[in-house]
């Protein structure tokens, strides 16, 4: 018994033996064949195209804030993540912010409309000056602000004399008030995750 398992083992290793040696041979066959037809086959030239120029992206720029011509006075003014760059002129008293009335920019909301017009008022420069301010980032309030600390700014530059009213009005200091950044395991600056007893 234990000898006619053997002689069966060794078939079968013998059987499998020769199924990989015609395996191994097939594929012997294959590789040949192929390095034939490459060597067989006429040697073409090869035209490498240069890749193509694209050209570059048309970024949009921001739009100029168009002023007209004779003496102007410039401040900047900052307040949270608002910038304002104002520019006053000899005028009539008009405010334009980004282009448009600054009722209309502020959306009518008093106390906005106050902070922007506050410095021309206590100077009572309110229909001496035309006011072209161009401002962006923060919000609306932010904004606000910023404007009215470049106009105090600009006022100083057209008349010194009057830095002494707007500083005792406060209205020449930066507030350096910015938002409290958010730690982690709060929701926002101090306001913690919503607890629920039950």
Same mark, same amino acid.
């Given at each position: 018994? +234990?000898?006619? /398992? %053997?002689?069966?083992?060794? =078939?079968? $290793?013998?059987?499998?033996?020769?199924?990989? *040696?015609?395996?191994? &041979?097939?594929?012997a066959?294959?590789?040949?064949?192929?390095?034939?037809?490459?060597?067989? +086959?006429?040697? /073409? %030239?090869?035209?490498?195209? =240069?890749? $193509?120029?694209?050209?570059?992206?048309?970024? *949009?720029t921001?739009? &100029?804030?168009?002023?007209?011509?004779?003496?102007?006075?410039?401040?900047?003014?900052?307040?949270?993540?608002?910038?304002a760059?104002?520019?006053?002129?000899?005028?009539?008293?008009?405010?334009?912010?980004? *282009?448009?009335?600054?009722?209309?920019?502020?959306?009518?909301?008093?106390l906005?409309?106050?902070?922007?017009?506050?410095?021309?008022?206590?100077?009572?420069?309110?229909e001496?000056?035309?006011?072209?301010?161009?401002?962006?980032?923060?919000?609306?309030?932010?904004?606000?602000?910023?404007?009215g600390?470049?106009?105090?700014?600009?006022?100083?530059?057209?008349?010194?004399?009057?830095?002494?009213?707007?500083?005792?009005?406060?209205?020449?200091?930066?507030?350096?008030?910015?938002?409290?950044?958010?730690?982690?395991?709060?929701?926002?600056?101090?306001?913690?995750?919503?607890?629920?007893?039950?």
């Amino acid at each position: 018994m +234990a000898e006619k /398992a %053997e002689k069966a083992k060794k =078939a079968k $290793k013998s059987e499998k033996g020769k199924e990989k *040696e015609v395996v191994r &041979k097939k594929k012997a066959a294959v590789v040949e064949a192929k390095e034939e037809a490459v060597q067989a +086959a006429p040697t /073409a %030239e090869v035209e490498i195209e =240069a890749p $193509k120029v694209v050209a570059a992206p048309v970024v *949009e720029t921001k739009p &100029k804030l168009t002023l007209p011509s004779g003496p102007r006075y410039y401040g900047t003014g900052r307040r949270k993540e608002a910038v304002a760059k104002v520019w006053l002129m000899p005028g009539s008293g008009r405010i334009l912010v980004n *282009e448009k009335n600054f009722l209309d920019y502020f959306c009518n909301r008093k106390l906005l409309e106050y902070q922007v017009t506050r410095p021309l008022s206590v100077t009572q420069a309110l229909e001496k000056y035309d006011v072209f301010a161009w401002t962006e980032g923060g919000g609306i309030p932010g904004q606000a602000g910023a404007v009215g600390l470049g106009i105090a700014r600009a006022l100083v530059q057209a008349n010194p004399d009057w830095k002494v009213v707007l500083k005792r009005e406060g209205l020449l200091t930066r507030d350096p008030r910015m938002k409290e950044r958010k730690k982690y395991g709060r929701k926002r600056a101090r306001r913690a995750f919503q607890y629920t007893k039950r």
